[in-house]
Structure formats: structure tokens, C-alpha cells
């Protein structure tokens, strides 16, 4: 009864590869994001979707690319990986987005995408 | 971009003792959320604080909001191993936006 998944947990792949990282989640939340958390545990949001519609895109390489085929999945694809991109790579949900006050995120396992 | 400081950015201390973890910034946030997160795992909500001068317990856990809005602060009474974790303060810029994470504080606690 995992709440937000991802796979896989741990990706290692080559320089230059395109790879995609699977989250689903079976909360029946409207909004999803991806987050990055480099080597000093910072945490940095990449996107978030409500509802299939981009809402966040922060300032990220147009290598990353994220899709919502439906609401409970969000799925993240890199293409021509980089060194820099080694991270840990960390799928969340929460409810609503904009409604209410502080809404709570639920976080998956994370995905730790080695690049050599 | 609003930014959030956390302090210390390590902590060892021993079971038994006390600790206090700062988060900071120059902006108003409408809300504050404290994170745990554990090796190989999410980030886990310990608790929101959305009042300037709020408080909340959490068993032995202690969360301040700012009057002003702009910081907070966690303490730990009599820490056990099981806190152990690195906790992140996350600010909300206005209602339902997206969350700014701090730079996390590594805490190790000691048998």
C-alpha cells in the first residue's frame, strides 16, 4: 500500500544516455513534483504538476523532461545525461495546489541516479 | 527566490541531551513545515506552523514559528538514536505555492 512510488530505486548509466525515472502515486492527489537533492542534501524542486498541467518549471536544463500521462503518474526522462546530473531524484504528491494553506507533500523513496 | 539558512548544518551529540536546530531567512513565509529524513528514504512532515509566534509539540519535539514570520526553530528534549536524520525546514511563499527547503541539519544522536 505504497503511497508514492518510484522506480528504480537506483539507476547507474553512462555518460551521454537518456534515461526515464517512474512515480505513481495511489493517493488520489491533484499535484506532483520532482525534486533534486545533490551530494550537500540540498533539496531543489524541478517541476510540479496539477492535474496533468505543468505549473512549476523551475530553471532546468530542457534535457529533463517531465510527462503526466494521468494524474497519479509523473514520469521524469533525461536525455544525453551528464556527470552533474548524478543526484538523488525525489517524486512527491499533495492534494491541492493553491487552494489551501500548507498543504502536506508526501515524498517517494527516491531514485539515486549515478552517472559515470 | 526566497532563501531558508538552517543551523548548525552537522550536530553529534550524545542521548540524553538537548538540542535546538534554527531556520532562517529575510522573507515572510505564510507557513513553515519541518521535515525528518532518513538515509535511502523521503522526506517525512513532522509538523506545519502557520501562526507568527506559534508553537507546537510534537512528544519531544518543540517547533517555534517566528513572530515576524521569517524563522523557526525545532527542539529536542533528552534526543534518543532514533532522531537521527536530517531535518529540513521548508517555507511556503504564500498560501498553497511551492515549498523552499533549507540546507538541512544532519543530526546524529550517540548511544
Known amino acids: 500500500d505504497t503511497a508514492v512510488s518510484q522506480t528504480p530505486k537506483y539507476l547507474v548509466t553512462q555518460m551521454g544516455n537518456d534515461k526515464s525515472i517512474k512515480c505513481e502515486q495511489n493517493?488520489?492527489?491533484?499535484?506532483m513534483y520532482w525534486y533534486k537533492q545533490d551530494s550537500k542534501k540540498f533539496l531543489k524542486i524541478m517541476f510540479s504538476?496539477?492535474?496533468?498541467?505543468?505549473?512549476i518549471n523551475e530553471t532546468v536544463p530542457n534535457r529533463f523532461s517531465p510527462k503526466s500521462p494521468d494524474k497519479a503518474h509523473l514520469n521524469l526522462h533525461i536525455n544525453s545525461l551528464e556527470l552533474g546530473d548524478s543526484a538523488v531524484y525525489f517524486c512527491?504528491?499533495?492534494?491541492?495546489?493553491?487552494?489551501?494553506?500548507?498543504?502536506?507533500?508526501?515524498f517517494g523513496p527516491g531514485t539515486r541516479l549515478t552517472v559515470l | 527566490t526566497q532563501l531558508l539558512e538552517q543551523s548548525p548544518q552537522f550536530l553529534s551529540i550524545q542521548e540524553g541531551e538537548n538540542l535546538t536546530v534554527y531556520c532562517n531567512s529575510s522573507?515572510?513565509?505564510?507557513?513553515l513545515q519541518w521535515y525528518r529524513q532518513e538515509p535511502g528514504e523521503g522526506p517525512v512532515l513532522l509538523v506545519t506552523?502557520?501562526?507568527?509566534?506559534e508553537v507546537k509539540k510534537l512528544k519531544r519535539l518543540t517547533f517555534q514559528f517566528g513572530d515576524a514570520r521569517k524563522d523557526s526553530s525545532l527542539h529536542i528534549t533528552a534526543a534518543q538514536p532514533g532522531d537521527t536524520g536530517l531535518y529540513l525546514c521548508?517555507?511556503?511563499?504564500?498560501?498553497?505555492?511551492?515549498?523552499?527547503f533549507g540546507e538541512g541539519t544532519q543530526l546524529t544522536v550517540n548511544p
Open positions: 512527491a504528491s499533495s492534494p491541492l495546489w493553491g487552494e489551501t494553506s500548507t498543504d502536506t507533500q508526501y
Open positions: 493517493l488520489g492527489h491533484d499535484t
Open positions: 504538476y496539477n492535474n496533468k498541467e505543468l505549473i
Open positions: 522573507s515572510v513565509f505564510s507557513s
Open positions: 506552523v502557520v501562526t507568527g509566534g
Open positions: 521548508a517555507g511556503e511563499e504564500t498560501s498553497g505555492s511551492r515549498l523552499t
